[in-house]
């Protein structure tokens, strides 16, 4: 398969505990990119990678939340201390460096659900 | 910053029959791209048509349009002959052409939930 992946799909963890997730993308894209959606809204930008290098990130983005992609393939995104605000789906997706090559399009993967208690 | 407004929550249309979903965006650059992602119930969002906004020409895929009116800023969708599989939410996503910094990502609305009736 080769689409974008991500694990665990779902995570159910205590208020205060660490959490990990991990995006494997598209091998040739070089970018990746998090994003968080919680129910019924849309998805809102979180961080964004070229390679191994961390772009941009949003203001959503707090001091507990840290992505990496130390090779510049696959990403974790860690969310320490936890807290119920957390709650939500964690996508992410893969696109080539639009001057590079490529449509604007993003390929998402089908997201990691968090549920703090 | 870019905005985009879906202002349908939610809309409902009998199997066959078309539904136009309407999209409006808030910017002040001319160039970027414009999405119509669908996002079926605890499945991946997937890409349904795109538009990039030097083209004056309304993109189309099988039965997927949009209506791109540029000065409007505005990027509907219809869906003809609607089938029971469209049945999902439906984000619009606009995209800066500018490469870098806060504009690389896709900014999205609130989405819209189309249910298709059998």
């Known amino acids: 398969d080769t689409g974008v992946s991500q694990n665990p799909r779902h995570k159910i963890t205590k208020r205060g505990q660490n959490v990990t997730f991990r995006c494997d993308p598209i091998?040739?894209?070089?970018?990746l990119y998090w994003y968080r959606q919680t129910l019924g809204q849309g998805p809102e930008f979180l961080t964004y990678?070229?390679?191994?290098?961390?772009?941009?990130k949003s203001r959503l983005l707090s001091d507990r939340f840290s992505a990496e992609r130390p090779k510049g393939s696959f990403s974790t995104l860690e969310i320490q201390r936890t807290e119920q605000g957390d709650s939500a789906m964690y996508l992410c997706a893969s696109s080539f460096r639009l001057s590079f090559r490529g449509t604007g399009e993003l390929f998402f993967g089908e997201g990691s659900r968090l549920t703090v208690l | 910053a870019q905005t985009v407004t879906q202002s349908q929550p939610e809309m409902s249309v009998q199997e066959a029959e078309t539904v136009t979903l309407s999209c409006t965006y808030d910017t002040s650059e001319s160039d970027y791209y414009l999405f119509w992602y669908k996002q079926p119930p605890s499945r991946q969002m997937i890409l349904v048509i795109r538009q990039e906004a030097y083209k004056q020409q309304n993109a189309t895929e099988n039965r997927f349009s949009v209506n791109f009116q540029k000065a409007a800023k505005s990027f509907s969708l219809k869906i003809s002959d609607s089938q029971l599989g469209d049945a999902a939410m439906y984000f619009c996503?606009?995209?800066?052409?500018?490469?870098?910094?806060?504009?690389?990502?896709?900014?999205f609305g609130k989405g819209t939930h189309l249910i298709i009736q059998p």
């Open positions: 996503a606009y995209r800066s052409s500018i490469s870098g910094g806060g504009a690389d990502g896709l900014t």
């Open positions: 091998s040739e894209h070089n970018r």
């Open positions: 990678f070229q390679n191994e290098a961390q772009l941009e």
